[in-house]
């Protein structure tokens, strides 16, 4: 098994689940539902602050705020057009 370090704003299992009833606003429920999980970062810190190590995981947590911001504008529009 892989040695991971630990994830900030880890989500519930229970969470996860996104209602799929198809009412003109199930597109909205799976962007939010997304968007969400951008929120989880990766802590780099001990042994995986170590060179390269951290730079992978810091390059992974800075394309989480990069989705976010694109899953912020598409769901601003969606809004405003719902």
Known sequence: MMDLPKIRDDIDIREMH??????????????????????????????FAEGGVKQLYDAMNEHQDLRAAELDKAIAILRKNL
């Open 18 to 47: 996104v209602d799929g009833t198809p009412d003109g606003k199930y597109a909205l429920r799976l962007l939010e539902a997304y968007r969400k999980r951008c929120n989880c970062k990766w802590i780099v810190e001990g042994k």
